[in-house]
């Protein structure tokens, strides 16, 4: 029997990792990479909870579905968004990225 | 602790996501970081199917790995330039922040080890049927899950219209 805490110990570190990301990165692409990472550590932590601390109610399983699909949407828009600005300036370096339009 | 089959593939796929997640922020190359992301998110999808959760598992490699990945790398090939490859990063604030995510693991696995869990849900895998799953989400009774399920279809509708609002040539503007 895999305890509770194995599975949370593989999100936290996913976790970090995603925020260890988010910080040093200056590709905003890259960004968004540790963006889903992140979002992939709380699916995990709410299909577990859900699986080992109350296997009669389907709660989390709902909230993992609907974070897919949310997860999916925010992609899809912050990428429009990153291919407007390369059109723009071409670059999607964030330090570069220092004036708005008007 | 005896050693199952199900010990043996979580601690694969434990040590598989630890690796590739850590590889996804470290690596220089962009492409590299999402071809890792991909192998993080196939490994998460196996620990879906671990919990029994089959469903979640398939819509987790469908939805991310088939759907998102090619958005990703489709976009690293529009969108990468000739000196983007290198990242520089000032040391000193590397390890700041090397600091900083290294004391909030700590602190989250100090909560984690501190807290009871009342672990009632055994890992025997009693796969959630794809029965009870459809009346749940379709159903407005107490369990049911109907107003999120249309909120989401909404929602989805209006990131496709954003996207295409924000994504065209503004060539009528000018």
Known sequence: MISIICYLIVST??????????????????????????????????????????????????????????????TAIAIAIMINIYRNIRSIQVDKINKMKW | MEITIQTVVFLFLALFITLTSVLTVTTQRIVRSATYLLFTLFATAGIYFLLGYTFLGSVQMIVYAGGIMVLYVFSILLTSGRSDNVERIKNSRMFAVLAAVLGGAAILLFIYSKYQFLQVGDNKVTEVTIQSLGTNLMSSNKYGYLLPFEAISVFLLACIVGGIVIAQKEEDKK
């Open chain 1, 13 to 74: 570190i996913m976790l970090c990792a995603g925020i260890y990301g988010f910080f040093t990165r200056h590709n905003l692409l890259a960004m968004l990479i540790s963006v889903e990472l992140m979002l992939n550590a709380t699916d995990i932590n709410f299909a577990v909870f859900n699986r080992l601390l109350y296997p009669n109610g389907q709660e989390g399983y709902f909230f993992a579905l609907f974070s897919i699909a949310i997860s999916a949407a925010e």
